[in-house]
């Protein structure tokens, strides 16, 4: 070892010290940067020398590379943790856009309009000549079916938002993928010979955040740091193969109309599939350009809580049209005494996808209330059918309402056997409205529950990866202090080699 391996010495603990201070340097200018993960200077001893007599002499310090710090683990446990809450709180927020829509209670909801109605209905049976009660019954029974419609046409544009919305998460999500892969080879790129790209990995990491926000994901890495991915066990990522999602958008008559990667412009398609409405598609396209589709199961995300609450609107909405069609058919036997179901005072339509958003006052009527029948002889001062309307809001039917039932209109007595399985017009609503609440209420406890686990685990990995600018501060002196430490051992060899050259004559 000679002074020139000493002044070597020095030489790497300047630069090992320096370049820790700039890694310290940029992490303190990036802690308050989104996705940013701390790095740390990983250093060796350099290879030590034999020299005969004295021993193994240091060489100095090798700086091994700047890496992230990161727990794989954690982060992975982040993004199931944060899929899970995007799922329960996109299902919350959907549904209590139903409740609002139900408006229950409230005093102009509709199970208040129908006991306005009732009233109407009783008041007219009261006094059967009187041309106000009669106005009064089709003027109230005209806002009740305006009420229903009004509310099947929100619950429709609820449940398209919720289609569009689909597709848009869909789009999201394949651009990101496609994101990933262009990362991927970046990440390649630099792996492979030699450097880590540390900027590139929080991107990775990040990317793959935006994508636990929409779906499920599971990844795997590979030595290099590219990621692979799937959702449902199918392949979406993985080497130089990307598969997308679409949604289908819309079904009639058994053919399925797709937003093909979520673009809703310019990817509508149609296929003859009888896929559900709001049904993910995993989607392949083959060398050539043939596409294939196949259902996906997405259990978690803003995709799954959309498509659990798009299956649960459509429930309600079926539910809305079995309402209106037992209050209509009911009304009809009664004021028609038998006669028809389908016409008489209410109007429904043919369509059991749509009684609620059909559903009208019989026109004749509503032009001329006076036509109003009161009694089934028609004679002054009967008031049997306006009695027995007001006596069917106590009845229990079925929803729908069965045709056995429906037969059982006694044409006497003017009544319907009651079931036993079945509710009374008010608590057939108001079972709509629970069942709905209920559903809400738990996605909300679920989704306060999953945000406290989500918040413990970005805590731990904040922890471990975040940036302590009060532990950077400190390393920052160290490095200080370590560099000019070496300075001083460079300054002091530097001193010794003038004294052995120019005062030695060596």
């Known amino acids: 070892m000679s002074l020139f391996g000493a002044l070597n010495v020095g030489n790497t603990g300047m630069s090992a010290n320096q370049i820790a201070m700039q890694t310290s340097g940029n992490n303190i200018a990036n802690a308050n940067t989104d996705g940013y993960s701390r790095q740390q200077v990983g250093t060796a001893e350099q290879p030590t020398i034999y020299q005969p007599g004295v021993g193994s002499l240091g060489t100095g310090v090798d700086v091994t590379g700047v890496n992230r710090v990161v727990d794989d683990f954690v982060r992975t446990q982040v993004r199931d943790a944060n899929s899970k809450y995007q799922y329960y709180q996109e299902k919350s927020d959907k549904l209590g856009q139903l409740q609002d829509i139900l408006n229950e209670p409230s005093d102009n909801g509709i199970v208040k309009q129908l006991s306005t109605l009732t009233t109407a209905w009783n008041t007219l049976a009261n006094d059967p000549e009187l041309g106000t009660a009669k106005s009064s019954v089709v003027q109230d029974a005209g806002s009740f079916a305006d009420s229903v419609k009004e509310m099947a046409g929100n619950i429709s544009d609820l449940s398209d938002n919720i289609t569009s919305t689909l597709a848009k998460n869909a789009l999201d999500f394949n651009s990101d993928v496609k994101q990933l892969q262009t990362l991927n080879q970046q990440i390649y790129n630099l792996s492979s010979v ?30 290099y740091g590219r990621v692979s991915i799937n959702l449902g066990n199918q392949t979406i990522l993985n080497g130089d193969t990307r598969n997308t999602l679409s949604v289908v958008t819309a079904n009639t008559g058994g053919t399925a109309t797709i937003a093909k990667d979520g673009d809703t412009v310019d990817g509508q398609q149609q296929v003859n599939d009888n896929y559900p409405t709001n049904t993910i598609l995993l989607t392949q396209t083959d060398t050539d350009g043939n596409t294939s589709y196949s259902q996906l199961t997405v259990d978690n995300g803003t995709m799954g809580g959309l498509e659990t609450a798009a299956g649960e609107v459509s429930q309600r909405m079926q539910e809305l049209n079995d309402f209106a069609a037992t209050i209509a058919k009911t009304v009809n036997m009664v004021y028609t005494n038998g006669q028809s179901s389908t016409s008489g005072f209410f109007e429904i339509g043919s369509n059991t996808d749509s009684y609620a958003s059909q559903m009208t ?30 006596n069917l809001s106590n009845v229990k039917f079925d929803y729908p309402i069965t045709d056995d039932q429906l037969n059982s209109y006694d044409k006497t007595t003017m009544t319907f056997a009651s079931s036993a399985s079945g509710k009374t017009y008010s608590d057939a609503f108001n079972n709509i409205v629970t069942k709905n609440a209920i559903s809400k209420q738990q996605a909300d406890n679920l989704s306060a529950a999953q945000n406290s686990v989500l918040n413990q685990l970005n805590n731990q990995d904040q922890t471990v990866s975040g940036v302590s600018v009060n532990e950077e501060i400190t390393n920052v002196i160290a490095y200080q202090r370590g560099f000019e430490a070496n300075a001083r051992v460079i300054s002091v060899i530097s001193d010794m080699l003038d004294t052995l050259i120019n005062k030695t004559g060596v």
């Open 194 to 223: 030699g450097q880590t790209p540390n900027d590139l990995l929080d991107q990775r990491d990040a990317t793959l955040k935006n994508l636990s926000d929409i779906a499920d994901v599971s990844t795997s890495f590979d030595s």
């Open 361 to 390: 006052v019989n026109s004749a009527l509503t032009a001329d209330p006076d036509k109003l029948t009161v009694g089934t002889s028609g004679a002054s001062g009967d008031n049997s059918i306006a009695t027995a309307i007001v």
